[in-house]
């Protein structure tokens, strides 16, 4: 997935599903009347809650960031909701 499909689909509102090394996690985008904000997590663990696309690529997990996890991906390991 590039950078710019990734924008797209927070801007849709989508939810992405993945999985990467063996461990599944999630990007959800949860709009609000006070603070919009897209959450990403591994499945039941820590979540990271940022305020912009921008943001969200940089966050790391296992010294990998988001964009470099989607980036190495093949299509069959990202589930778009």
């Known amino acids: 997935m590039t950078k710019e499909q990734l924008f797209s689909y927070i801007e849709e509102g989508r939810e992405i599903d993945f999985e990467y090394n063996d461990k599944k996690y ?7 009347w006070e603070n919009d904000y897209i959450s990403f997590c591994e499945y039941y663990q820590d979540t990271s ?10 966050v790391e997990r296992d010294g990998v960031t988001v964009l470099q996890m989607l980036e190495e991906l093949p299509d069959n390991k990202i589930w778009i909701r």
């Open 26 to 32: 999630s990007i959800t985008y949860s709009p609000s």
């Open 49 to 58: 809650d940022v305020k912009t696309p921008e943001e969200l690529i940089g």
